[in-house]
């Protein structure tokens, strides 16, 4: 782990410390990149403007167990290959009933196959997975969601919104690439 200087740094650098169980938690933006978010702790793999700390999502966080309140991944989760092993580092850090919002482009958005560096397109049941106990041998588990949303765009997402209203499961198995969604976000709560 790489830590910089400056208030956001001091707050991440504390959070990694051995520190009394009292000590204040900390909200994280994981894969910042260059968006950082008033409040949150920005982590990244590379440097760059809103990173206070620097360390591979593919690995362990490197935040102590129970330590954080609230995590961000905003167009991440896309890009980290092994997603299941990313929740399992995530649900270790959060504290019970912490908030983790993913925001990813929808698997039938232009957006999601644009990008070289996706190595995952997502579906509205996508987060499912780590909230089944039937999965969680595989999965991990450790999360119940709360909330998602899908967005739409264009001039025909009115009538994708009409269609996925009707039945989300219809919309994403016959309608999704004639019209198409944009992102979608899960508002997730750290079960544990």
Do not use: Q
Request: with cysteine.
């Amino acid at each position: 782990m790489n830590t910089g200087t400056g208030p956001r740094a001091r707050e991440a650098r504390a959070a990694t410390e051995v520190a009394p169980a009292a000590a204040r938690p900390i909200r994280l933006n994981l894969g910042c990149g260059n968006k950082p978010r008033p409040g949150f702790v920005g982590v990244d793999r590379y440097p760059c403007e809103a990173a206070a700390v620097l360390c591979d999502l593919a690995g362990a966080l490197p935040f102590r167990t129970d330590s954080v309140a609230e995590l961000h991944l905003d167009n991440v989760v896309e890009h980290v290959l092994d997603i299941p092993a990313l929740v399992r580092e995530i649900v270790r850090v959060a504290r019970p009933g912490a908030t983790v919002t993913v925001v990813t482009p929808h698997f039938s958005s232009l957006a999601s196959w644009r990008d070289p560096t996706h190595v995952h397109h997502l579906a509205w049941s996508s987060m499912d997975h780590f909230a089944k106990p039937s999965t969680a041998h595989y999965t991990g588990g450790g999360l119940a969601i709360v909330s998602r949303r899908l967005s739409f765009g264009g001039g025909l997402g009115l009538i994708g919104r009409m269609i996925f209203a009707l039945s989300p499961a219809a919309w994403e198995k016959s309608f999704c690439f004639v019209f198409r969604a944009s992102t979608l976000t899960f508002v997730l709560r750290v079960e544990k």
